[in-house]
């Protein structure tokens, strides 16, 4: 059975919504982010990033998002192609995610409520690049039914957990509206409801403790 360590983010939330929609037997393993679970020398064996999600199948240990989400479509045979130009349009917005949205939103998503100060440069930056990606995927949805074409894929499920945080990252969801009917249609999906749910939010407080471990200099120690 798969071992899931993960947290209730949207990087987590990318791989329990794969593997409820794959059907795959899974394992939770919650780790307290605000505890510092992430840390521990035995998550840092399987995550040396010290960051979620990671897995654990048999032998084999993965950790990055993205790696993982391809890991288990080879397994499976599904929700990503074995060849052909669907695979590659799957590929390229699975990479966009990795190396756009996830990062440029979450500093949006940073600088406007957990910043200790309010830097209005960096709050200014990072919404208004958050608006161009939104824009971005919105053409691409103003085309076709998914972001590789007409068959839901793992690119969808990269990139959903993020885009459901528009309010958070200053934007305006009604003025995309292409990406609006995209996230009703994939939130609407018994399994994207469920993979929502793992492991369950924490409605611990945002303490001192909780902000040294997500945003502290532990984050940046030599391990």
């Known amino acids: 059975m798969i071992e899931l360590y993960t947290a209730p983010t949207?990087?987590?939330f990318k791989v329990s919504i794969a593997l409820e929609e794959l059907g795959l037997p899974y394992e939770v393993k919650p780790v307290d982010l605000r505890q510092g679970e992430?840390?521990?020398p035995e998550f840092l064996k399987i995550s040396p990033n010290n960051r979620i999600p990671a897995i654990v199948?048999?032998?084999?240990?993965?950790f990055e998002s993205g790696a993982i989400?391809?890991?288990?479509?080879?397994?499976?045979?599904?929700?990503?192609?074995?060849?052909?130009?669907?695979?590659?349009?799957a590929l390229q917005w699975m990479f966009f995610q990795v190396g756009n949205t996830?990062?440029?939103?979450?500093?949006?998503h940073h600088f406007r409520n957990y910043a200790p100060e309010k830097l209005q440069y960096a709050i200014d930056r990072y919404t208004n690049e958050g608006k161009r990606l939104y824009g971005v995927v919105d053409r691409r949805l103003s085309q076709s039914r998914y972001l590789a074409?007409?068959?839901y894929t793992m690119a969808d499920i990269i990139n959903l957990p993020w885009l459901l945080l528009s309010a958070n990252q200053g934007i305006d969801i009604a003025g995309y509206p292409h990406v609006a009917r995209w996230i009703g249609e994939l939130k609407a999906r018994p399994a994207v409801q469920r993979g929502l749910a793992v492991p369950p939010r924490s409605d611990a407080p945002?303490?001192?403790?909780?902000?040294?471990?997500?945003?502290?200099?532990?984050q940046y120690e030599r391990r």
């Open 57 to 62: 199948d048999g032998e084999l240990s993965i």
């Open 69 to 89: 989400l391809v890991y288990l479509a080879e397994k499976t045979g599904k929700l990503l192609p074995a060849s052909g130009p669907v695979r590659y349009q």
């Open 206 to 218: 945002m303490d001192e403790k909780a902000r040294e471990a997500l945003f502290g200099k532990q």
């Open 38 to 40: 992430q840390f521990k």
């Open 149 to 151: 074409g007409a068959e």
């Open 10 to 12: 949207p990087n987590g």
């Open 102 to 108: 996830g990062p440029m939103l979450g500093q949006a």
